[in-house]
T-cell receptor
Framework: EPEVTQTPSHQVTQMGQEVILRCVPI?????FYWYRQILGQKVEFLVS????????KSEIFDDQFSVERPDGSNFTLKIRSTKLEDSAMYFC???????????FGSGTRLTVV | AQKVTQAQTEISVVEKEDVTLDCVYE???????LFWYKQPPSGELVFLIR????DEQNEISGRYSWNFQKSTSSFNFTITASQVVDSAVYFC?????????????WGLGTSLAVNP
């Protein structure tokens, strides 16, 4: 069964450093998403990406965040200058149609120290 | 605005008990989709079910069943004869058919502990 692959599974970074979280969505999917889950809390929407552009972003997704689909296969989330409160599990998801189902990656646990 | 409410924060049961996890949603869309995901202690999100707003038939999959009641905007999830492996956080989520976003709106989750 096709999978969404996220790397790395765990990243530790110092406050103020830039991090790039990587995702390889399922190849025929058209909608891509990043979600965040702070430990013990609910899953929160960050950004959606369709037709090579951001279709919606949440208020969490400020100027420190950016997304790219640089080569037609990878989908990356960049945090320019990490803060302690960015520590969370970040999930990438992709969907063929946006409603018939979402496939989630296994997540990247980001720890900012 | 869209919203998903899971009023039960934590539930603890003894193995073999039946347990129902509640989910109430709010949306103005006429076409929408409801989901349940399981998050075991390992952290990944496991898809359990998707239901569209036009299909109010209840669904059963093994020990799992779902009761969709459009009149009360609820999409409850029942585990029959619970097992220790069912221990996880369960999330209910909502997606609309509008626009090019189609993001998932999540409830806060219900943490289920099934004790031997």
């Amino acid at each position: 069964e096709p999978e969404v692959t996220q790397t790395p599974s765990h990243q530790v970074t110092q406050m103020g450093q830039e991090v790039i979280l990587r995702c390889v969505p399922i190849s025929n999917h058209l909608y891509f998403y990043w979600y965040r889950q702070i430990l013990g809390q609910k899953v929160e929407f960050l950004v959606s990406f369709y037709n090579n552009e951001i279709s919606e972003k949440s208020e969490i997704f400020d100027d420190q965040f950016s997304v790219e689909r640089p080569d037609g296969s990878n989908f990356t989330l960049k945090i320019r200058s990490t803060k302690l409160e960015d520590s969370a599990m970040y999930f990438c998801a992709s969907s063929e149609s946006g409603v018939y189902g979402y496939t989630f990656g296994s997540g990247t646990r980001l720890t900012v120290v | 605005a869209q919203k998903v409410t899971q009023a039960q924060t934590e539930i603890s049961v003894v193995e073999k008990e039946d347990v129902t996890l509640d989910c109430v949603y709010e949306t103005r869309d006429t076409t929408y989709y409801l989901f349940w995901y399981k998050q075991p202690p390992s952290g990944e999100l496991v898809f359990l079910i998707r239901r569209n707003s036009f299909d109010e038939q209840n669904e059963i999959s093994g020990r799992y069943s779902w009761n969709f009641q459009k009149s009360t905007s609820s999409f409850n999830f029942t585990i029959t004869a619970s097992q220790v492996v069912d221990s996880a956080v369960y999330f209910c989520a909502l997606s609309s058919n509008a626009g090019n976003n189609r993001k998932l709106i999540w409830g806060l989750g219900t943490s289920l502990a099934v004790n031997p």
